[in-house]
């Protein structure tokens, strides 16, 4: 009878000791001032076959390809985790401990068993309640690319440096071995809005907004131009000291991805009728090369000519991509990949069929030149992306020895006008 009452004893000290984390939690949350943080990215170039997203048989090689990612912490006591930081996906997935397949066993896997504030939640569309005796609840398949993860729901306090809430999450069960097993990451933080999430209470961004603990409800990327220069992203501020020019702004069209109208396509500053009415673009910090609709790549290509012995690098004129009255130019170092072998236009094909398609995607190459800024609710209470051309610690040489001029974010009214 002693035993029954010491392990009911301790059954209660657990029970109450995970209610007073959450009490604690929320407790915190309410009283404490609002805060950012910035999270160190590490940088490691892609292998064949390691992206966690599919890639284009035009996209063999780059040089440009690279993930990011940076900690985060889950669980009481906390249990960390490296993460790619993802603004094209929208939830939160963690290889966990009931994952035996290698790609989970490489990597650090979630315990729920050791965090008191942990939850075994039953189901997406009921995302506070528990799995009951009979075990019941939903497992979900999520495909990346050439892979696919199945797992379970989760609640848990989860914690960008010292900013927490409590959200749900994916704990993997099974992982398949291409790409995981290749990547040096553990999970991935999707970052997207809640439409691309299992629910609400699963986008962590979100989750934040609604608990009140940022300084600014957005956060910001940026990533480095070399592989020795430091990348970040920034939940709650904007970091100015980043930024090498004024922040515009564009209204997120389609909610879901971080999407935005754009209106044509420029090359040396000229329109190319492109686009027609216009076209979708998403600013995706998970996606190493920029793409699009294969039409327009194709002919890209074809205007472009980028000469596979690199021949007219030094001639090649800026890609530009119009957003109302702004032209956001690349120049020929940030969308051709030259390396030992050639050079070859980093410009890969992804045809999204309707409704989400067709759809341009901004990737590693864009976000190393601008510095973006994603925010929950801008001024007309819709979420928008922010561009601003980033600050680099030292500018890229170009080809016999001239240093480069950053390429600008050019207004309509200014001497760079966009020709029509």
Same mark, same amino acid.
């Given at each position: 009878m002693?035993?029954?009452?010491l &392990?009911?004893?301790?059954?209660?000290?657990?029970?109450?000791?995970?209610?007073q984390?959450?009490?604690?939690?929320?407790?915190?949350?309410? %009283?404490?001032?609002?805060?950012?943080m910035?999270?160190r990215?590490h940088r =490691?170039? !892609?292998r064949?076959?390691?992206?966690?997203?599919?890639?284009s048989r035009?996209?063999? !090689? $780059?040089?440009? =390809?690279s #993930?990011y990612?940076?900690?985060?912490?889950?669980?009481?006591?906390? +249990?960390?985790? &490296?993460?790619?930081?993802?603004?094209?996906?929208?939830n939160?997935l963690i290889?966990?401990k009931?994952c035996d397949?290698?790609?989970?066993?490489?990597? +650090?896997?979630?315990?729920?068993a050791?965090?008191?504030?942990a939850?075994?939640?039953?189901?997406a569309?009921?995302?506070?309640?528990?799995?009951?005796?009979?075990?019941?609840?939903?497992?979900v398949?999520?495909?990346?690319?050439?892979?696919?993860?199945?797992?379970?729901?989760?609640?848990?306090?989860?914690c960008?440096?010292d900013?927490?809430?409590?959200?749900?999450f *994916?704990?993997?069960?099974?992982?398949?071995? #291409?790409?995981?097993?290749?990547?040096?990451?553990?999970?991935?933080?999707g970052?997207?809005?809640?439409?691309m999430?299992?629910?609400?209470?699963f986008?962590?961004? /979100?989750?934040m *907004?609604?608990d009140?603990?940022?300084?600014?409800n957005?956060f $910001?990327?940026?990533?480095?131009?070399?592989? /020795? #220069?430091?990348?970040?992203?920034?939940?709650?501020?904007?970091?100015k000291?980043?930024?090498?020019?004024?922040?515009?702004?564009?209204?997120?069209? *389609?909610e879901g991805?971080?999407?935005v109208?754009?209106d044509?396509?420029?090359?040396a500053?000229? !329109? +190319?009728?492109?686009?027609?009415?216009?076209?979708?673009?998403?600013?995706?910090?998970?996606? $190493?090369l920029?793409?699009?609709?294969?039409?327009?790549? $194709?002919?890209?290509i %074809?205007?472009l /000519?980028?000469?596979s012995?690199?021949?007219n690098? /030094?001639?090649l004129?800026q890609?530009?991509?119009? &957003?109302?009255?702004?032209?956001?130019n690349?120049?020929a170092?940030?969308?051709v990949?030259?390396g030992?072998?050639?050079? =070859?236009?980093?410009l890969?094909?992804?045809?999204?069929?309707?409704?989400?398609?067709?759809?341009f995607i901004?990737?590693?190459p864009?976000? !190393?030149?601008?510095? %973006?800024?994603?925010?929950?609710?801008?001024?007309?209470g819709?979420?928008?992306?922010?561009?601003?051309?980033?600050k680099h610690?030292?500018?890229?040489?170009?080809?016999?020895?001239?240093?480069?001029?950053?390429a600008?974010? *050019?207004? =309509?009214?200014?001497?760079?006008k966009?020709?029509?």
């Amino acid at each position: 009878m002693g035993v029954v009452k010491l &392990l009911a004893a301790v059954v209660g000290l657990v029970a109450a000791t995970g209610e007073q984390f959450q009490s604690e939690l929320a407790t915190h949350q309410h %009283t404490r001032m609002r805060s950012s943080m910035s999270v160190r990215l590490h940088r =490691a170039k !892609r292998r064949s076959g390691m992206s966690h997203r599919a890639r284009s048989r035009h996209a063999a !090689r $780059s040089a440009h =390809a690279s #993930e990011y990612y940076g900690r985060v912490a889950i669980g009481s006591p906390p +249990q960390t985790f &490296l993460v790619v930081f993802d603004t094209g996906s929208g939830n939160l997935l963690i290889p966990s401990k009931q994952c035996d397949d290698e790609a989970c066993q490489s990597h +650090q896997r979630y315990d729920a068993a050791l965090s008191v504030t942990a939850r075994q939640i039953a189901f997406a569309n009921a995302p506070d309640t528990v799995v009951g005796p009979d075990g019941t609840r939903d497992v979900v398949t999520i495909t990346f690319g050439t892979g696919e993860v199945s797992g379970v729901f989760v609640k848990d306090n989860i914690c960008v440096g010292d900013i927490c809430t409590n959200a749900d999450f *994916v704990a993997a069960t099974d992982e398949s071995d #291409e790409p995981f097993s290749l990547v040096p990451f553990d999970g991935i933080m999707g970052l997207a809005l809640p439409q691309m999430s299992e629910g609400k209470s699963f986008n962590i961004f /979100n989750c934040m *907004v609604r608990d009140g603990v940022l300084k600014q409800n957005l956060f $910001s990327v940026f990533f480095g131009a070399e592989e /020795n #220069e430091e990348s970040e992203i920034t939940f709650g501020e904007i970091k100015k000291d980043r930024m090498a020019s004024a922040l515009t702004y564009a209204d997120v069209d *389609v909610e879901g991805y971080w999407q935005v109208k754009m209106d044509d396509i420029a090359i040396a500053n000229q !329109r +190319q009728s492109m686009c027609g009415d216009s076209c979708k673009v998403a600013v995706d910090t998970g996606t $190493s090369l920029l793409a699009g609709p294969s039409t327009i790549i $194709s002919a890209l290509i %074809t205007k472009l /000519n980028v000469k596979s012995d690199c021949s007219n690098f /030094n001639q090649l004129p800026q890609l530009g991509f119009i &957003l109302g009255e702004h032209i956001l130019n690349l120049e020929a170092s940030d969308y051709v990949d030259k390396g030992d072998d050639g050079c =070859a236009l980093g410009l890969m094909t992804l045809d999204i069929p309707p409704p989400k398609g067709p759809l341009f995607i901004f990737g590693d190459p864009f976000l !190393r030149k601008f510095y %973006t800024v994603y925010d929950a609710k801008g001024p007309h209470g819709k979420p928008r992306v922010g561009f601003a051309l980033a600050k680099h610690t030292k500018p890229k040489a170009a080809a016999g020895g001239f240093l480069q001029q950053p390429a600008m974010i *050019v207004s =309509a009214a200014s001497s760079g006008k966009v020709q029509h």
